[in-house]
């Protein structure tokens, strides 16, 4: 059936550097696409948003890059900080207003 | 963005009794959601609560196991009954605003014995 998926489930970078996570989609469909970030204990929290017209939307320190070519987002950190530390999660908004959520990545700053 | 706040934000339940969790948001949205996330995993989707109707459950989620209520724009309840351990979990209240922005609550942490 249809899915949201990510390819990698950890990633642990150096602090001050850049991350970047991936994220797979398999419905053509959508139009609508999320990155949220959950700390523990928390729930998620909305980071920034790309709709299927957009190929690159950019926020405080976040990129998002969305190839509907091959149907891929991912998730640009810039110099990332140890509050950065966080599972991601991407998910797919579908026409019925209902989110898909992928996998996760669990994004660990290495001091 | 919406605040959606949820009650309790965590309780340990005795097996075969029900727990009740509330979700108020502080803002009108267009669509409440429940969602189940288990430890270490995503979240999948139980339900959507529709105001002053039933709701519509996803599949492998039935009305009896999850009975949710939605008496106006801004309140949801979803109660988990006659619990058993593998109920346990974190419980998400979603709503649904401005520009499709879907916004959570801290989650209710589950756990039955």
């Known amino acids: 059936g249809e899915s949201v998926g990510l390819h990698l489930p950890t990633l642990s970078v150096q602090e001050g550097d850049n991350s970047i996570i991936n994220c797979a989609y398999s419905?053509?469909?959508?139009?609508?696409f999320i990155w949220y970030k959950q700390e523990s204990g928390k729930g998620p929290q909305f980071i920034i948003d790309?709709?299927?017209?957009?190929d690159k939307r950019q926020g405080q320190r976040v990129t998002v890059l969305l190839n509907k070519t091959v149907k891929h987002l991912s998730l640009q950190i810039a110099a990332t900080q140890p509050g950065d530390s966080a599972v991601y999660f991407c998910?797919?908004?579908?026409?019925?207003?209902?989110?898909?959520f992928g996998t996760g990545t669990r994004l660990t700053i290495i001091p | 963005s919406a605040v959606i706040s949820q009650k309790p934000s965590r309780d340990i339940c005795q097996r075969g009794t029900s727990l009740t969790i509330q979700c108020q948001v502080d803002?009108?949205?267009?669509?409440m959601f429940w969602y189940r996330q288990q430890p270490g995993q995503s979240l999948t989707l139980i339900a959507t609560?529709?105001?002053?109707?039933?709701?519509?459950?996803e599949s492998g989620f039935v009305i009896d196991k999850f009975p949710i209520s939605r008496p106006n724009l801004t309140f949801s309840t979803l109660t988990v009954s006659n619990m058993s351990p593998e109920d346990s979990s974190i419980y998400l209240c979603?709503?649904?605003?401005?520009?499709?922005?879907?916004?959570f609550g801290q989650g209710t942490r589950l756990t039955v014995v």
């Open positions: 998910a797919e908004l579908q026409g019925n207003e209902k989110l898909t």
């Open positions: 419905n053509s469909a959508s139009d609508y």
């Open positions: 790309i709709r299927s017209n957009m």
């Open positions: 803002s009108q949205v267009t669509m």
């Open positions: 609560a529709n105001q002053g109707s039933e709701a519509t459950y």
């Open positions: 979603s709503g649904l605003g401005q520009g499709r922005k879907a916004f």
